[in-house]
């Protein structure tokens, strides 16, 4: 499989972490258990520690699918290929408008992928990976040539799985399982993929469904589809609930072992590109493994753009001559589920 090309999207609005912070002022400030002034300084001090600085929200007017087409414009100018070639579409991520059909449908119309086929893959942050391991054997497979991956990652809106509750503080205990949301940001890519008999696609997983009930979207009725927890809808029944810091500190071994198991010489690699859930953690792992000094980070002005962080990190770095023809890149992501992937390609 081949990358032809990948690009992606931010939505115009600029979002600081001092604006993260006066919208917590703004709607906690009446039923707030505690001292809002020393909880607020706290969530400072964790956004500062994780490496967030500011992320992208949509504003006024703007719409996922538009940013999303225009990242996918963009990506087939790139890679010289028409709408008509694409046969195979896939939708990824958490963001979306649909559940029925796949998002991927609705995407094929508005983009004029008349002939493609079409289904969406969900799996938390760990999305993309998957739906390029995906594509990667139907495009080996010789059935399809031409593949694209989108995703439109975009839960910020009022009334959406975050805003405005999750910036209601109860109290500061509830940071536990709701300040992940604070660094969340919104993109779109696209990535444009066609089968090629080149340099294979090396791809690991380390499932972990044991740490399921660390961080959640629920639907109503989830109750009866999982075993009970604490933890599940922690925060309220289809509203995000993630306990990232227990995330990081349990899942750190196992984000290890799926990069060791990938089996790639650091001395080889030119760029890594890892899920953006926090710059201080993810650089600390790429030291460990000796991958440090070509970490390509996106945190600092995205925040965590979920299944969007790869693909989005492989666009900057292309563009920017980081990453050029001909040389390794790695992909190492941790995510919800828990699950644990690396891939190693080369552009």
């Given at each position: ?7 992606a ?15 917590i ?59 008509g ?87 500061a205990?509830s ?126 002005t ?23 023809r ?22």
């Amino acid at each position: 499989m081949k990358l032809c090309s990948v690009a992606a999207g931010l939505p115009s609005r600029t979002v600081t972490n001092a604006d993260i912070l006066d919208l917590i002022a703004e709607h906690s400030s009446v039923g707030f258990d505690g001292d809002l002034d020393d909880t607020l300084r706290k969530i400072d001090t964790y956004l500062r520690y994780t490496g967030s600085d500011e992320r992208h929200w949509l504003d006024t007017g703007e719409r996922p699918l538009e940013l999303l087409r225009d990242a996918t414009t963009t990506a087939l100018s790139q890679a010289e290929i028409d709408a008509g070639e694409v046969d195979l579409l896939i939708y990824t991520g958490i963001g979306r408008g649909f559940l029925e059909p796949g998002g991927a449908y609705h995407c094929a119309a508005a983009l004029g992928f008349d002939k493609a086929h079409c289904f969406d893959i969900i799996d938390a942050c760990m999305s993309w990976t998957r739906a390029a391991q995906v594509a990667e054997s139907m495009l080996r497979s010789g059935q399809y040539r031409t593949a694209v991956i989108v995703n439109a990652e975009f839960s910020l809106r009022m009334g959406g799985m975050v805003f405005p509750h999750l910036f209601t503080l109860p109290n500061a205990e509830s940071l536990a399982s709701i300040f992940p949301a604070y660094t969340l940001g919104e993109a779109a890519s696209a990535t444009v993929l066609s089968a090629d008999d080149g340099d294979p696609w090396n791809f690991r997983f380390i499932s972990r469904p044991d740490l399921a009930p660390l961080c959640n979207v629920t639907l109503p009725g989830y109750e009866g589809f999982c075993e009970p927890s604490d933890k599940v809808a922690a925060n309220g029944t289809g509203y995000f609930t993630s306990f990232g810091a227990e995330m990081h500190e349990i899942g750190v071994p196992d984000t290890l072992s799926v990069f060791r198991s990938l089996d790639v010489d650091p001395e080889n690699v030119s760029a890594l590109f890892t899920h953006a859930s926090s710059k201080r953690q993810w650089q600390l792992m790429a030291d460990t493994v000796g991958l440090g000094k070509v970490i390509h980070h996106v945190f600092p002005t995205t925040g965590n753009i979920v299944s969007a962080s790869v693909p989005t990190a492989m666009a900057s770095a292309i563009e920017s001559g980081v990453l050029q023809r001909g040389e390794r890149a790695v992909g190492w992501v941790g995510s919800a589920g828990m699950s644990f992937g690396a891939f190693s390609f080369v552009l």
